[in-house]
């Protein structure tokens, strides 16, 4: 008798072993296919940068909104929930942008989830990158001829670019999803007029597009010239198309773009905080050096690196750009180079507008690393059309010239290095941009205790927009992170009483010479291992009564450890930070402490007091 899950009575193999047995002997045969194991290879490294990009947000990322997005979405988040929401809310400017859509979609995802979590998001622009990727590899399907193993090496490429490491602070920052959205509703629309579907539904997919690019963020209106419907010209056998319906889809199209856009500028007022446009001749040098220097920052630090890198890239898109004309003249296939040219233009007019909108900032404005999203796509579009080219050059069994083997070389070369550099340098911004956004968390959170914190400033915006809207919200609890609850407040609004030092020790507190007030000791939760969350000092007044003005973690700030504590001093469950004490009043205080347990909700007196004086002629 013969058992299907083993051996049988005589000791034989079973059914399921022969199975697995069978399996495996196919699996290695598969594998033993070097076709197979580049496939492999390609698949790897293709998703390698999207699954380090993740792991990057992942590992950095902090519940608190940030700089505009107490605007935008926070403003309309409020007035949804408390009321009354007017359409002149989601129409209104943000900047130069009237950012509808991605208002509407805000509200939607705040309205089903019952909370404001910024790091939802998040993850909406990172599924909104891997969209564009997605795209980017279907535009390979459709403009080279590699085959599956090349197909995936190439997109590890445009990937390697796409999720290159100045984007990861991005991904850090919600509101950075609407400056990649017309550029990926750009790839789709592209998509389309590649695909051989009817020329009313090119028209009705790429209008579409259009509409949301344009009233997602301002360069979005770029798409209703970039992405216009296009009907190629027919292949032997095709019947030509009728001039009449083509022309009546293409007026269509032209009117709802023209009331999309007027629409647009219907009572538009320029921003108020922002240089007036420089649209002169004059200026024609300092703009041309401020777009090198926009498209260059996506990798470099510097402003003179930042010049030589745009000027490489470029000079490349408009080499490959012609040489892919020129070949495309030859054989009249436009479809294989119109993707990655039209890329190219959308970054190239991304960035002129950018210029002539803040050069008024200053040269060094060109390379702040919001603009990512946009100048990543200058990239694409040169690694784009080196890919077609090369793949042009596989078909007809031509090999590239010594020189192309050498430029092409050396651009691989300089791409490796820069690459390298940025992701060494963006460890460091990712780890200051976690410090600075949990410094940011902790003062939202002690806002009903320490309303005038000065640590509110890392926010970006003015502290008393983050106070008006942080308590609106948290009064429907939608705000993340949440306040402390009241009981805390109360506790931590009392003088400690007489502690012995089980709960640690106020150490010493004076002005350090930057300005800020030093502060020392030790802190731990009574009865459990390790520091507590944080630490909240105020100054004693009247009635024993304590008035709360700073919280801060208890940790060894790098710069105090190094000056002032050898290696082997520093106590495990001691603090050594400094911390902007602006809003203590001057004359003699008293400072006392409390740790603070946020899971229970609880605090700890530590023991000890400092007298300091803050005085008029101190830096406050």
């Given at each position: 008798m013969t058992s299907h899950g083993g051996a049988d009575c005589y ?57 505009d997005e107490w605007w935008t979405p926070g403003t309309q988040i ?263 040219l039209v890329l190219g233009a959308y970054g190239l007019i991304s ?270």
């Open positions: 000791g034989r193999p079973g059914k399921l072993e022969t199975d697995m047995a069978n399996d495996f002997a196919a699996s290695l045969a598969w594998l033993s296919r070097a076709r197979n194991r580049r496939v492999i290879v390609g698949i790897t490294l293709g998703t390698l940068p999207i699954i380090v990009a993740f792991v990057m947000m992942r590992r950095h990322w902090t519940s608190v909104p940030y700089g409020v007035a949804f929930f408390q009321g009354p929401l007017s359409i002149s809310d989601l129409w209104s400017q943000h900047n130069e942008s009237r950012k509808l859509f991605p208002r509407l979609y805000y509200l939607t995802l705040t309205w089903l989830s019952g909370r404001w979590e910024v790091k939802d998001a998040m993850l909406s622009m990172f599924a909104l990158a891997c969209a564009a990727s997605f795209a980017l590899y279907h535009l390979l399907r459709r403009t080279t001829s590699f085959a599956l193993e090349g197909r995936l090496l190439a997109w590890a490429l445009l990937n390697s670019l796409l999720f290159c490491p100045d984007q990861y602070v991005n991904f850090l920052w919600g509101i950075q999803l609407e400056p990649l959205i017309p550029g990926t509703l750009l790839l789709f629309a592209m998509l389309a007029n590649l695909s051989s579907i009817q020329f009313r539904f090119k028209v009705i997919i790429t209008a579409a597009l259009a509409l949301i690019a344009t009233y997602s963020f301002a360069n979005g209106m770029s798409l209703w010239l970039l992405a216009i419907p296009i009907q190629w010209p027919p292949q032997t056998g095709e019947a030509r198309p009728r001039f009449k319906a083509a022309a009546r889809w293409y007026a269509a199209y032209g009117l709802t773009a023209a009331l999309s856009v007027g629409l647009y500028f219907f009572r538009y007022s320029r921003p108020r905080q922002h240089p007036g446009f420089v649209i002169s001749y004059h200026e024609a040098g300092s703009l041309g050096a401020f777009v090198l220097r926009w498209i260059g920052g996506l990798f470099a630090e510097r402003s003179a690196d930042a010049f030589l890198l745009g000027l490489l890239v470029v000079t490349a898109f408009l080499g490959l750009g012609w040489l892919a004309l020129k070949s495309s003249w030859r054989d009249r296939d436009w479809k294989t180079i119109y993707p990655w960035g002129a507008v950018t210029a002539a909108g803040r050069l008024g900032f200053g040269p060094n404005a060109a390379i702040a690393p919001r603009y990512s999203p946009i100048t990543v796509v200058c990239y694409i579009a040169v690694a784009g059309l080196a890919l077609s080219i090369y793949s042009k050059l596989s078909t007809q069994k031509k090999t590239l010239s010594r020189a192309a083997i050498f430029y092409t070389g050396a651009a691989a070369g300089i791409l490796a290095i820069t690459w390298l550099n940025a992701f060494n340098r963006q460890l460091i911004v990712l780890k200051e941009t976690r410090e600075e956004r949990k410094r940011l968390a902790l003062a939202i959170q002690w806002i009903p205790a320490i309303p005038d914190n000065p640590e509110l400033k890392l926010g970006k915006v003015p502290p008393a927009t983050i106070v008006d809207k942080a308590r609106s919200l948290s009064q429907r609890d939608l705000l993340r992170p949440q306040f402390v609850s009241e009981p805390l407040i109360n506790q931590v609004r009392r003088e400690p009483p007489s502690a012995d030092s089980s709960s640690g020790v106020l150490q010493t507190a004076f002005f350090n010479d930057c300005g800020k007030l030093f502060v020392t000791g030790t802190a731990r939760v009574p009865n459990q291992r390790g520091k507590p969350d944080c630490v909240v000092v105020g100054y004693v007044t009247g009635d024993h009564q304590l008035t709360p003005f700073a919280v801060f973690r208890p940790k060894f700030e790098q710069r105090e450890r190094k000056e002032r504590f050898r290696a082997d001093a520093a106590p495990p469950d001691g603090f050594a930070v400094s911390i902007d004490a602006s809003n203590l009043p001057k004359g003699a205080l008293v400072l006392r402490a409390w740790n603070i347990d946020m899971a229970e909700q609880n605090a700890f007196a530590l023991a000890g007091s400092v007298n300091v004086q803050n005085g008029s002629d101190g830096p406050f």
